[in-house]
């Protein structure tokens, strides 16, 4: 049988008999060989011709070039993910629990200085205790409904919501025997200052670290490079070039056009995703350096002023018996502006003060700075009158009034708290819009990208084929 490979069959021969013909060799069907080996054979075949190789050639550049496609758009998509949430959900929710904290820290401070009016506690006063606990109780609900199935946010979330309302009925309770001129009021409002030191702002604090880990995780994915789909882009662009090559050499032809479009259309998604991965990966770089971690500092620097002032009032409201308190107090301060009498030294202000890169971050925190060399000098000559027995005197120092020998006090350690305040919350406001404008950046930077790099994967992967059928197309 001319032209038949025995692939599949036995040949067999007779040997002639009396009265048999021989007619010639016979060939019987014999076991038959696997599919996937005829396939090789059959690939082998092809490849052996010009038509076959381009096949080939056209069939290895699409799948390469649309797997490119598809792994920029999955890792691209990621990192933008994470891009939009570094400044949409993570910082904004390290923010809200830093604002927690000082909101927390501020009612334990504002509760211990309405201690130290005589009589009814102003109106003012109460007001912003009541303000600060209503915005710490929804903040709390904020974080519980955004913490995505996180246990330790929710872990956390769910002890402040139980202490909480402990805290603010030993307040109560104490508010109320000191209304009456009984001395079990300071007791409990040191009951609620344990509270609130022991256990709320221990937890808030570990919220804080929480969701700020969190923001650290969505940096580190934003910002993580996309080795695969850089590799396979470069791999893909080079396959197109040198199938442009190879049928320069064969026809003497300089242009393939559907080849040529699909090295511009596979040339553009590269450059895209290297500019747009880069320009983003310098933008949240930038977000960071210049308002994240500026943020951190000056969260830490509010909150520590704030206990500061906590721990200064009830030093008086302890009358006699606030050593402790007073001992919290320098530890705190100096933590926040370095030792007594080594301005500049170190401390939270310094470091706030060297990371603030424009006249808008520096002047406020300048300011508190300033305020805080002004509450030293002028707590330093209240606990001197306190040290002294001339309990008046420290108290005027601290909220204003008259001393001891009638003499009105108009520069209180009261002002300089609130200077240092405002001066840091000035300096979070100018961070933050900072931090928002850099991330928004690296967030718009990719925008588009992993939808745009698989478009124009599937017209690199057309452009290859319909290059490759032209060719094919002379052979018929």
Same mark, same amino acid.
């Given at each position: 049988?001319?032209? =038949? $490979? ?5 040949? @067999?021969?007779? +040997? ?31 490849? +052996? +011709? ?33 891009? $939009? ?16 904290? #000082? ?16 009589? =009814?506690?102003?109106?003012? @006063?109460? #007001? ?121 050499? $064969? ?23 290297? @500019?747009?991965?880069?320009?983003? $990966? @310098? ?56 030792? #007594?009498? =080594? ?13 603030? *890169? ?31 027995? *001339?309990? *008046? ?19 209180? +350690? ?55 059928? #032209? ?6």
């Amino acid at each position: 049988m001319r032209g =038949q $490979r025995p692939w599949g069959r036995v040949r @067999v021969t007779h +040997t002639p008999t009396s009265g048999s013909t021989v007619s010639g060799p016979a060939w019987l069907p014999g076991p038959r060989r696997a599919a996937w080996a005829e396939s090789v054979d059959r690939l082998r075949d092809a490849a +052996t +011709t010009e038509p076959g190789r381009l096949r080939i050639i056209g069939a290895v550049l699409a799948l390469l070039v649309l797997v490119f496609g598809a792994v920029t758009a999955w890792q691209i998509s990621a990192r933008s993910t994470a891009a $939009r949430d570094v400044a949409t959900r993570s910082e904004p929710l390290s923010a809200d629990a830093a604002e927690i904290y #000082r909101s927390l820290a501020d009612a334990n401070t504002t509760a211990a200085g309405g201690f130290l009016v005589s009589g =009814q506690e102003p109106a003012a @006063v109460l #007001r912003r205790y009541q303000n600060d606990v209503h915005t710490a109780a929804q903040l709390i609900a904020n974080a519980a409904a955004n913490s995505q199935g996180s246990a330790d946010t929710q872990n956390q979330v769910t002890l402040l919501n139980e202490q909480l309302p402990v805290y603010t009925g030993l307040v109560e309770t104490a508010r109320a025997n000191n209304r009456q001129g009984l001395p079990l009021g300071g007791a409990y409002l040191r009951y609620a200052n344990d509270q609130m030191n022991g256990t709320l702002l221990p937890t808030a604090k570990k919220l804080y670290q929480v969701e700020t880990g969190r923001l650290h995780d969505d940096y580190a994915a934003a910002e993580s490079l996309p080795w695969a789909a850089w590799g396979l882009g470069v791999i893909a662009l080079a396959g197109l070039v040198w199938a442009q090559r190879r049928t320069y050499l $064969r026809t003497n032809r300089v242009f393939n056009p559907g080849m040529l479009a699909g090295t511009a259309a596979a040339g553009l998604a590269l450059v895209w995703l290297v @500019v747009g991965h880069t320009w983003a $990966r @310098v933008d949240l770089g930038d977000s960071w350096d210049h308002g994240g971690k500026s943020l951190q500092v000056l969260n830490q620097a509010r909150i520590g002023s704030l206990q500061a002032r906590g721990n200064e009032n009830l030093t008086l409201v302890a009358r006699g018996a606030g050593a402790a308190y007073e001992d919290a107090y320098e530890k705190g301060m100096t933590t926040l502006d370095g030792p #007594r009498g =080594q301005k500049g030294a170190g401390g939270l202000l310094s470091e706030a003060l060297s990371l603030a *890169d424009d006249s808008g971050g520096r002047t406020p925190v300048q300011q508190a700075v300033d305020g805080v060399a002004e509450w030293r000098s002028r707590h330093a000559v209240a606990n001197g009158d306190d040290t002294n027995g *001339d309990y *008046d005197s420290a108290l005027a120092y601290v909220i204003g009034g008259k001393d001891s020998s009638g003499k009105e006090i108009t520069q209180t +350690t009261g002002q300089s708290f609130d200077a240092v305040d405002k001066g840091l919350q000035q300096a979070v406001d100018h961070e933050t819009g900072e931090f928002q404008q850099t991330a928004g950046d690296a967030r718009d930077a990719l925008t588009g990208l992993p939808e745009g790099a698989a478009v124009l994967a599937v017209l690199a992967a057309a452009g290859a084929v319909l290059g490759i059928g #032209r060719r094919l197309s002379e052979y018929r």
